[in-house]
């Protein structure tokens, strides 16, 4: 199987879709970054724009007030 593979030129890059709760996960945890991906079309990215909006709202707010950060 392995030799069937080197007839056939490696992808530039894996097409997969994932639904917009498990990557805001992976974000806030660190586990993938802005720059890991870039969004097909038009709808993708205006739901990653607000889920990256929303994810450093939150971090601005826990910053500025100690008490949520207890």
Excluded: Y
Aim: hydrophobic letters at 45%; glycine letters at 2%; proline letters at 4%.
């Amino acid at each position: 199987m392995k030799n069937l593979f080197s007839f056939f030129r490696k992808p530039l890059a894996v097409k997969l879709a994932i639904s917009p709760d498990v990557l805001a996960t992976l974000v806030e945890k660190g586990q993938i970054h802005a720059t890991d991906f870039r969004c097909l079309d038009l709808g993708s990215k205006q739901i990653v724009w607000k889920m990256f909006l929303s994810l450093a709202k939150l971090k601005i707010n826990n910053s500025t007030n100690p008490l949520k950060q207890q």
